[in-house]
């Protein structure tokens, strides 16, 4: 933007210029910190001569846009930049039109060529390294995008791309082709340690056992992952015998007979005193593997099953007894047709059984009123007679087994992972939800997840996965700073706190800009002291990204 001052009648024009920095200097601070866009342009060949912007600064310019929380489809990214200070964002002689979408696609194109899994593991350990982040557990889990566009989703793909179809919709979009990415993530930041593109019907009962076997040994070696978790997709029968080299956890799917019987086994004891939380471990062999099992009982989880169990019930029991008063409606031919339809609902029932039934034979007269008392029937037609009953025994063993959960683990050692650290380490399974559900933010670019070819939506998905990594590391960074210069953040309520969500931060930071006079004299406005003592402790890199000088 370009306006002039009057200082008087005999001066020249003053001219100076406008741009909005916001939070994109912490971001692209966090960028360079992890150093993504020197990695990325030191592993990438390219002519650096023919290109005004090279691989690793798209990227950075991508995660600058995902990370804007505009919404903005990947074609509009020039619009984004429009106004932003990019010289001090992305390096001196970046204009926003460079950032059009023929130099991004041919950009996500290299990030194929390369390899978006191999690439991206580089960055995350780069990452982790330059964090101090300890990687002993690392968390596994999958969701699916949907996406627009026809992909030929009928067709086989060429090799090492995603095909593009309709399978099991975690966003409830069974009509849609949706692709699926999986995150291995650790537990100190939530930082993504591996991320893969899948196919969109791609079964985790598979992807899990393919994706350790593919990549555990690089996790140990170059991020020092020890054990790996995941939720019970990865407790088979087929998975477990090929996972002796590493240590691993899950949780116990709760259709497992033994599992079934050891819950009904133990938790009658414990709902005697439903306030206090109760575990107990034992060592179970299943399918030819010797495992740890901790079964776990908690009040919070007593609450919650008892809602449940009496919803569903409740449910069930109005679902048997209308099919069953339609049952007893119904006229058979013969006595044993009666009998086979009431056998084959009581088959059905789970929670209410049939009490005094019996099979009852109906006469029926083709005249209208009433026949003589002698007349003999014109046919004879059969019904069901009889009462539904709940099954209160049911009910309970349906309550203690919603109440319950198992956890197994291949470390017998309790002393090396004991019962509390196994349970600590599971329910952070939950950084790796927390991470999808940041990624599927309708203010997030994964809402506009459309592309020319699956291999370009292979190489977003890998630039998405980045916007997490740079948010998760930046929140871990705010944090530890603040702990470490004793230091504190106003909250949304205004009151001091050492644990701001990255997320608030971000906002606070917004109405910064940048005022430029003269093209000399930079003034940077409306920084707040809170804001300049956050900058101070997280380092002179950000600092300088929102100081007077440059």
């Known amino acids: ?32 910190e992890l150093g993504i866009a020197e990695l990325i342009d030191r592993v990438i060949v390219q002519d650096r001569d023919k290109r005004t912007v090279s691989v690793g600064t798209g990227v950075k310019a991508m995660i600058l846009n995902g990370l804007g929380f505009v919404n903005r ?20 002689g970046i204009q926003a039109e460079y950032l059009n979408d023929d ?3 041919r950009h996500l194109d290299e990030l194929y060529e390369y390899g978006v899994t191999p690439l991206y593991s580089l960055l995350a350990a780069q990452a982790v390294q330059r964090l101090g982040l300890g990687c002993r ?14 992909y030929h989703s009928e067709t086989e793909p060429d090799a090492g791309v995603v095909r593009i179809t309709r399978g099991y919709s975690r966003d409830h979009r069974p009509d849609l082709n949706q692709v699926v990415l999986q995150l291995l993530v650790e537990r100190q930041a939530g930082i993504p340690l591996l991320m893969e593109p899948l196919n969109g019907n791609n079964s985790d009962n598979v992807s899990f056992r393919d994706t350790i076997k593919a990549h555990i040994g690089q996790l140990q070696t170059e991020v020092g992952v020890e054990y790996v978790g995941a939720d019970s997709a990865l407790y088979t029968a087929e998975t477990l015998p090929q996972m002796q080299s590493f240590f691993w956890f899950s949780r116990v799917p709760e259709t497992l007979s033994l599992a079934r019987a050891l819950i009904h086994t133990v938790a009658p004891a414990w709902r005697q005193t439903p306030d206090i939380a109760a575990q107990c471990s034992l060592c179970v062999t299943y399918a030819g593997v010797k495992q740890r099992w901790l079964i776990v009982w908690s009040p919070p989880a007593y609450q919650r099953a008892l809602g449940t169990v009496r919803k569903q019930s409740l449910k069930q029991s109005h679902a048997h007894l209308k099919a069953f008063e339609q049952l007893c409606r119904q006229d058979f031919t013969c006595e044993t047709d009666a009998r086979n339809a009431l056998a084959a609902v009581e088959k059905t029932l789970t929670l209410t059984t049939v009490v005094d039934s019996q099979i009852v034979a109906v006469p029926r007269y083709r005249r209208v009123g009433r026949p003589a008392q002698d007349r003999p029937p014109d046919a004879i037609t059969y019904r069901i007679d009889g009462a539904l009953a709940s099954l209160p025994e049911q009910y309970r063993r349906k309550l203690q087994q919603k109440s319950c959960f198992i956890l197994a683990t291949n470390q017998l050692d309790s002393e090396a992972l004991s019962d509390d650290d196994l349970l600590s380490a599971y329910k952070d399974q939950q950084k790796v939800e927390r991470g999808f559900r940041f990624l599927k933010d309708p203010l997030f670019m ?12 292979m190489a977003l998905m890998m630039v998405m996965t980045l916007c997490l990594l740079v948010y998760a590391a930046l929140e871990y960074r705010l944090r530890q700073a603040l702990q470490q210069h004793d230091q504190t953040f106003p909250n949304q309520k205004g009151q001091p706190t050492r644990t701001p969500t990255a997320r608030w931060v971000l906002q606070c930071f917004t109405g910064i800009h940048l005022l430029v006079i003269a093209q000399e004299q930079v003034l940077v406005l409306n920084l707040s002291e809170p804001q300049r003592r956050l900058l101070a402790v997280l380092g002179e890199r950000y600092v300088a990204l929102y100081s007077n000088s440059g």
Request: charged share 15%; aromatic share 10%; glycine share 10%.
């Open 103 to 105: 130099v991004l696609g």
């Open 137 to 150: 557990f690392g968390h596994l889990d999958t969701t699916s995008f949907h996406t627009d566009g026809q």
């Open 446 to 457: 994964a809402s506009t997840l459309y592309l020319k070819s699956p291999k370009r939506i």
């Open 1 to 32: 933007m370009a306006a002039h001052i009057e200082t008087g009648t005999m001066a020249p024009p003053l001219q100076y210029q406008s741009y909005t920095l916001d939070h994109l200097g912490v971001v692209a601070g966090m960028c360079d």
């Open 73 to 92: 489809a990947l074609y509009l990214t020039p619009h984004f930049f429009e106004g932003k200070p990019l010289a001090r964002l992305l390096g001196p």
